[in-house]
């Protein structure tokens, strides 16, 4: 199947800084990718849809000027969490369809930020 | 997307069948049924889909019944390495088209 890489894998940071997330899908080229965010013991909830040369759609709820979504290239999506705060801690993943079958998302490992 | 409601927690034997029910009684008949699952701590892994016949691979076999109202997703020989949370999903397979994730079933394989 297709690969998602995420990186960093887990990060630390200090309240009021900003940290970039990055999403690359490795064998495959994908014109949108998904961010999601996961909280302990709940399910998945979609953040943003970001597609590539063109502004991110995001879900209800969800701050875009908090949340920075950039698609540059066909290969790679960033999540910026700007001037974090602690109720930013969560675990996010991304995800990218592969067009070789019946649009199947794969997903990334996913990265755990801890805001302190 | 249609809606699916899933039993929120199952135990099985390891070495045996688990069984994973799915009801999906407002499905329409464009929407296929995707089967993920998340392992602790890890992000989804797609397992499998189908449209209205059953389909098998290296993980799983998708039984959906005739009037596609409900579907079973079988793992043929559970191991403890299958314990995750199982998802089942509905939507029409189109470029795009986000997966929007219920609360699954929680699979514990005991030995």
């Known amino acids: 199947g297709a690969v998602v890489s995420q990186h960093p894998s887990r990060v630390i940071c200090k309240s009021g800084t900003s940290v970039k997330i990055e999403c690359r899908s490795l064998d495959f080229q994908a014109t949108t990718m998904f961010w999601y965010r996961q909280f302990p013991k709940q399910s998945l909830m979609l953040m943003a849809t970001?597609?590539?040369?063109?502004?991110?759609?995001?879900e209800q709820g969800v701050e875009k000027d908090k949340f920075l979504i950039n698609h540059a290239s066909l290969t790679l999506s960033t999540l910026t969490v700007t001037s974090a705060h602690p109720e930013d801690s969560s675990f996010y993943i991304c995800?990218?369809?592969?067009?070789?079958?019946?649009?199947?998302?794969?997903f990334g490992p996913g990265t755990r930020l801890t805001v302190t | 997307d249609a809606k699916t409601t899933q039993p929120t927690s199952m135990d099985c034997a390891e070495g045996r069948a688990a069984n994973l029910p799915c009801n999906h009684s407002?499905?329409?008949?464009?929407?296929?049924v995707y089967w993920y699952r998340q392992i602790h701590s890890q992000g989804p892994q797609y397992i499998i889909h189908g449209l209205k016949n059953n389909e098998t691979n290296e993980m799983a076999s998708l039984i959906i019944t005739e009037d596609r109202k409900s579907s079973t997703l079988i793992l043929p020989h559970a191991t403890l390495r299958d314990t995750a949370v199982y998802y089942c999903?509905?939507?029409?397979?189109?470029?795009?088209?986000?997966?929007?994730f219920g609360g699954g079933t929680r699979v514990l394989v005991k030995p």
């Open positions: 970001s597609n590539e040369g063109s502004k991110a759609t995001y």
């Open positions: 995800s990218a369809y592969s067009t070789s079958g019946v649009y199947e998302q794969y």
């Open positions: 999903i509905v939507r029409v397979a189109a470029a795009g088209n986000k997966l929007t």
């Open positions: 407002t499905i329409s008949g464009n929407e296929y």
